[in-house]
Each structure stands twice: as C-alpha cells, then as structure tokens.
C-alpha cells in the first residue's frame, strides 16, 4: 500500500498565510509599541530590517529587467512600424482606464457621501509638494545620459533609451543580432534571479505586513471607515467592470481565468505597496502565465508601472469629494470634470515621484479651490489604501498588456489556458 505524498503548499497559499500571520502578529505589537523594545529590537528592528531586504530585492531587479527585457522585445519585433501603433494604443487605454476610474469613484462617492458630518480638527494639516510643470515632465522622458537613467531609475528614459537601442539592434544586420544572442542570455539569468527571489517572499510579506499594523493599528480605519470602505468598494467594482470588461468583450478572454493566472502578482502588490518593486513579478507573470509575447510586455508593463494609477486616481476622486462634504463645500459638474481631467493627466506627469497619490491630490484640490490640508484628514489611513490600490494597478497594466497582445497577434492562448509547456 503506497503512502500518497503530502503536495506541497504553493506560492500564493505561503504568501496569505504570511499575510493573515503579519496582521496577527502586527495587531498584537500595536498594544506593546509603546514599550522601547518592541519599537527598537521588533518595528524598527526585526520586521524593518526583513521588510526592506525584501523590498531592495524586488528592486534590485527593476532596471536591469526593465532594459534587457525591453531591448529583446524592441529588436525581435518582426515590424518596427507596430512599436509606434503598440505604443499609441497602449498610452491611450491607459489614460482611457484611468478616466473611468476616476469617474466611478465620484459617482460613488456623490451617491454615498463619505464626508458628511464629519467633525473637522484643528490638527488636520498637509504640507503638499510641489508637482512638476507638464513640460518639464515631458522634457524629462528623454534621457541626455543613459547611464545616469539607469542608475537613478528613471523608467520613462530607461524606456525610452531601451528601445531606441532595440530598434537599432534590429537595423543593425549580423552585428546586431550577435548582440541580441547575449541581451536573450542575460534575459533568461535574469529571470532566473527574480524566481529565486520568490523564495524568500513570503518572509519578505509578513514583515511588511506586521510593520504596518504594528504602526497602524485595525482601529486607525474606524474614525475614517465611511472614507476606507468607499475607496476600497470603487476599487473593486473598478477591477470587475473595467478590467474585467475589457478582457471579456475586447480581447475576448476569460476574466475568472485571467484572475486565477494573476493572482499572486496583486498579493505582492499589497504587500509591497509600489508598482514599480513589484514589476519584475509583474512582467514574469504577465509573459508566463498570461502568455504575452516579450516583445509586447517588455514595453507595456514597465510604462504601466510608471503611468497607469488607476487605484491612485480612485482615491483622488474619493479623497476630493469626501474633502468637499467634510468642509461643506458642493463641487459643480464642471468642477467634477476638471478633476477627472486634472487627475488622469497627472497620473502621467507624476507618476515617478515619491508620494504620488498625496502629491497629485494637492494638486486637483488646488485646481477645484478646495483646501489642501484637509489632506490630514485621511492621511491616518493612506498608507493601509495605498497597499490596497497597487494591487489594482498592477492588474491594470496586466489587463491593458493582455488585451493589446491579444489585438496585436502576440498572444499565446494556450499558456493562459494553463499549458506551461509551450
């Protein structure tokens, strides 16, 4: 009688029980961080410590991914000319996704009020940064040294020069193809290096996890939880009808089998609360899983990374709203537009700047003439959104990434139906 073997536990199932035991475990220290120890040997020390290794691998990887994936992309397109219509298509279903979001979050947000009879304090203040100027944003795209691009991970000049270089290899004969020969070598070490890095994820997501409530604490959300509960429902019914439209009735998919090829690429998300450390989850997964050709998810992945803040703009409209009803204030539809206006534009033009949700809020508050430091207001509970809304971001690049492949004939049906052996 053979004794059946125990299967292993997958990668997503370590990962949520490494979330759900963080929660525990941070809910826990948030009752002892008063105590020095637990502040300087167990938050600032343990989960600080395991936290950041983890978020400076995902980092690590960025760049060097970014480029080299990019350059073999670029310069195995059998048509140059498609770059130019991918690229256009691309940008334009982003903005495209971006506006709805917004839209749907001030539906929401109209319908539900968040903000009405909320007591303002005395204490809620927000000192904004600056958003750059539009032209200097798009002076900014083109990198003058490449080198220095890279090593400040600038993505939209990495971008830019990648495929410009691609391009090259490509018009480049037998000299460029010897070239392509070592960037596909290096492509596949490099994926390599990112699956090894899967490893150590899940330790990686219980201390990020138990950090933050350790600091944050489940009660922060209750004095705001009209506000968090709105932002997290426009969330997911933006993920349901946009994403889940888009893949349906455009690229002709299965939405259910999308979410279940993608799954853990949100959880990294969440757990990491940048889009642009969890990219190289993203592009392997989009390539692996999603079957996206290369030469369409080198491109459009890392430029949804730095422009496609669909869960960030969602907030905006939320946060806006809520901001008027809290200080008594009516917007006007009018107003109502130039916020959908001023925040799809600024999901471009701000995307690479520390604190981009906060920063582009001041912005559209501004422009509206609604008080900047009513930002204090739910800044208590944007770091536990901000987790929440990355995870929608990086869906939404997949999404958008899918549908383009699927549109283009870069699309290989059988690895999304599951056959990795293709």
Known sequence: MSIKAKKPRGLTAKILMAMALGLSVGVVFNQLNTLSWVQDYILNGLLYVGGQIFISSLKLMVVPLVFVSLVCGTASLDDISKLGRVGGKTLAIYLAT???????????????????????????????????????????????????????????????????????????????????????????????????????????????????????????????????FVVLLV??????????????????????????????????????????????????????????????????????????????????????LFIAQAYGQDLSLMSMLTVVVTATLASVGTAAVPGVGLITLAMVLRQVNLPVEGIGLIIGVDRLLDMARTAVNVTGDAAVTLYVAKSEGYFNQKIFDGDQST
């Open 98 to 228: 971006t506006a709805i979001a917004i839209s749907l979050a001030l539906i929401v947000a109209a319908i539900i009020q968040p903000g009405s009879g909320f007591n303002l304090t005395a204490e809620a203040t927000f000192q904004a940064k600056e958003a750059p100027p539009l032209v200097e944003t798009f002076l900014d795209i083109f990198p003058s040294n490449p080198f220095q691009a890279l090593a400040e991970a600038k993505m939209l000049q990495i971008i830019v020069f990648a495929g410009f270089f691609g391009i090259a290899l490509a018009f480049s004969g037998a000299h460029g193809k010897r070239v392509l020969n070592i960037f596909n070598d290096l492509n596949e070490v490099i994926m390599k290096m990112v699956m090894l890095i899967m490893h150590i994820a899940p330790y990686g997501v219980f201390c990020l996890i138990a950090k933050v409530f350790a600091e944050q604490g489940i009660l922060a959300i209750l004095p705001l939880g009209k506000y968090f």
């Open 235 to 320: 969330l997911v019914v933006h993920v349901v009808l946009t994403y889940g439209g888009l893949i349906k009735y455009m690229a002709r998919l299965s939405p259910m089998e999308f979410l279940r090829n993608f799954k853990d690429v949100p959880i990294f998300a969440f757990s990491t609360a940048s889009s642009g450390a969890t990219l190289p989850v993203t592009l392997e997964a989009v390539e692996h899983k999603l079957g996206v050709d290369n030469s369409i998810a080198s491109f459009t992945i890392p430029l949804g990374a730095t422009i496609n803040m669909d869960g960030t703009a969602i907030m905006q409209g939320v946060a806006t």
